[in-house]
Nanobody, 121 residues
C-alpha cells in the first residue's frame, strides 16, 4: 500500500507565494513520475506540473514561469513552489505518483487527498 500526504495549502493574497509538499510512504520500490494536479469548483481536474525520476519537468502553460516543481528522491517527496499567485489559481491541489511497489511489479497510479489553495484578490 502507498500513501501520499500533501501539506502546505492555505489562504494567500494575490501576488503571494505558497509551497506545497507531498510525501510518499509505504511500499516504494521505485517512484517514476510525480506531479501536481488541481481542480477548481465546477471544473475538471487539470495538470499543473510533472517531474520524472530524472527530474525532467513539464508545466501547464498557465503556470509556466510562476510555479516550480522539484523532488527529493531520498525523502520520496515532491514540492510545488508557487509564486505570483493569482485568484484563478484557487483550487484543490492533488499530488500524484506513479509507483512500482515491488521489483518486477507493474506501475500503479496513486493520488493524495488534496490540499486547498485559495488566492484572494
Amino acid at each position: 500500500q502507498v500513501q501520499l500526504v500533501e501539506s502546505g495549502g492555505g489562504l494567500v493574497q494575490a501576488g503571494g507565494s505558497l509551497r506545497l509538499s507531498c510525501a510518499a510512504s509505504g511500499s516504494l520500490f521505485a517512484i517514476n513520475a510525480m506531479g501536481w494536479y488541481r481542480q477548481a469548483p465546477g471544473k475538471e481536474r487539470e495538470l499543473v506540473a510533472t517531474i520524472t525520476s530524472h527530474r525532467s519537468t513539464d508545466y501547464a502553460h498557465s503556470v509556466k514561469g510562476r510555479f516550480t516543481i522539484s523532488r527529493d528522491n531520498a525523502k520520496n517527496t515532491v514540492y510545488l513552489q508557487m509564486n505570483s499567485l493569482k485568484p484563478e489559481d484557487t483550487a484543490v491541489y492533488y499530488c500524484n505518483a506513479l509507483v512500482v511497489p515491488i521489483p518486477d511489479a507493474r506501475e500503479y497510479d496513486y493520488w493524495g487527498q488534496g490540499t486547498q489553495v485559495t488566492v484572494s484578490s
